[in-house]
């Protein structure tokens, strides 16, 4: 079999998806795609090739403004009849309550939930029509983060930021004369998004090792190809010329279905997305507005490639690892836990004591596996991080926002999402690497001052 990363979009996408050397069969369940201006005159054919008539359209001001008339002059042409509702409210979360406003609002003759938008309302259609049983599908509307194709979602449940994991669209229409109008800060967000994916590999690899995670290099070859595609086309983002518009939209569609074809977000999300859920998770503790997930996910992607780079002039130390978990106190652990997520805190601790986070048992295993495989670790890390100034560099070119202070987070913040980003998910990240050598407490946090 040819590698994910040689082959064409439409060869990856093919029915029946791929049977993978790493044992598994991966398949991404999408089955119509148009990446090109003017797409969205597709829509027709995307609905008959479903074999679905009458879609139940989700929109919110802004995508509304961005696409409507262009769809619905489309849909009335082809006497396509359908179901709108438009969102009431700006600043819509991923939560029970959107979900709830589309279960309340959805038309049971609708056999298709068509999404107008990109991250929040494809991520609530997915939920919806995972729940009542029909495909979903999407009109994009902006290049600003890497879940069109994916087969989750991300999502506010309980106050805590939650990948779910339901069914990719069935159908997707990247219409590039309307998501080459997007503002700058989504091309900005699209870009942030997919740099994080050095940092998710990377890590994917290191948990590969440390704790036997699956891992399947074909696609972790996808996504890297899909990087790639991304960074090449970087410098001329701002530009919105078409051809690098389409680049990018392409790339970040492959993303989706690497996460797609692994099952499991790995691929797309490391440390650098746990910077950006837990400053959500405590914007919205607090009542205060946050920044766009990729442009947070961008600084986040900075502050752990700057991590990195202490850890590579670092030799781990098993004594200093030993003393810290016999000394860890718990109750300290519960009481910071409580000042850094609020009225989350206590889903958050009997989640942590579900899955044993704080288990000695545990540390000690994977203690001795990083301590067994730390030559193996930086060359991974050699293997998979761009320099920290190239990166760096882009962003500045693009004007991005860089630096937590850059979006309104704080050093505290900043702070405490590096030392909570271990506790909200059964995930092996780079913080559990750095708890386990007894380093997440004390390492100083790139760029930011203890209080
Ligand atoms: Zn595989
Ligand atoms: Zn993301």
């Not at 006497?79 to 409210?89: G, Q, S, T």
């Not at 991520?123 to 087969?151: E, F, Q, R």
Request: some cysteine; charged content about 25%; proline content about 4%.
């Amino acid at each position: 079999m040819k590698a994910f990363a040689d082959m064409t979009l439409d060869e990856i996408l093919k029915d029946g998806g791929w049977d993978c050397e790493c044992g598994r069969h991966h398949g991404a369940g999408l089955k119509y795609l148009k990446v090109e201006r003017g797409a969205v005159r597709f829509l027709p054919e995307a609905l008959e090739k479903l074999g679905k008539k009458k879609p139940f359209i989700v929109c919110d001001h802004n995508t509304k403004k961005a696409a409507w008339a262009q769809v619905k002059a489309v849909l009335d042409e082809a006497d396509i009849p359908y179901v709108l509702y438009e969102f009431p409210y700006d600043e819509i979360e991923p939560d029970e309550y959107a979900v709830g406003c589309l279960t309340m609002a959805f038309d049971r003759s609708c056999d298709v939930a068509l999404a107008i938008g990109s991250g929040v309302i494809n991520d609530c259609c997915k939920v919806l029509a995972h729940a009542i049983g029909i495909p979903s599908m999407v009109v994009g509307t902006a290049p600003s983060m890497d879940g069109y194709a994916s087969n989750s979602s991300s999502m506010i449940r309980n106050r805590i930021k939650v990948t779910l994991y339901n069914a990719c669209p069935a159908a997707i229409i990247a219409d590039i004369d309307i998501m080459a109008q997007a503002p700058e800060r989504m091309l900005w967000a699209g870009l942030g998004d997919m740099l994080a994916k050095y940092v998710s590999i990377c890590e994917w690899r290191i948990s590969n090792l440390i704790i036997d995670e699956y891992y399947c290099e074909n696609i972790a070859g996808l996504m890297r190809a899909s990087l790639k595609q991304i960074v090449d086309a970087a410098p001329r983002l701002m530009e919105r010329d078409p051809d690098t518009i389409e680049a990018v939209v392409k790339g970040l569609v492959l993303s989706g279905v690497a996460m797609a074809f692994a099952e499991i977000s790995r691929p797309a999300s490391g440390l650098e997305h746990y910077f950006s859920h837990l400053w959500e998770m405590m914007a919205l503790d607090r009542g205060k507005p946050y920044e766009r997930h990729g442009i947070q996910v961008g600084v986040g992607t900075l502050l752990t490639l700057r991590i990195y780079d202490q850890l590579r002039q670092m030799k781990p130390d098993r004594e200093t690892a030993q003393k810290f978990i016999a000394t860890f106190d718990e109750e300290l652990w519960r009481s910071h836990t409580r000042r850094v997520f609020g009225k989350a805190a206590e889903a958050v601790i009997e989640q942590a004591e579900r899955e044993e986070k704080n288990s000695a048992q545990k540390h000690a295993v994977r203690l001795e596996r990083t301590l067994e495989n730390w030559d193996k670790i930086l060359q991974i890390v050699d293997e998979e991080l761009p320099p920290t100034q190239d990166i760096a560099a882009l962003m500045e070119q693009l004007g991005m926002p860089m630096l937590p202070g850059d979006i309104g987070v704080n050093d505290q913040d900043t702070i405490d999402g590096l030392r909570g980003s271990r506790d909200i998910r059964d995930k092996y990240l780079s913080s559990t690497m750095l708890w386990d050598l007894g380093l997440l407490y004390t390492l100083p946090v790139p760029g930011v001052k203890e209080a």
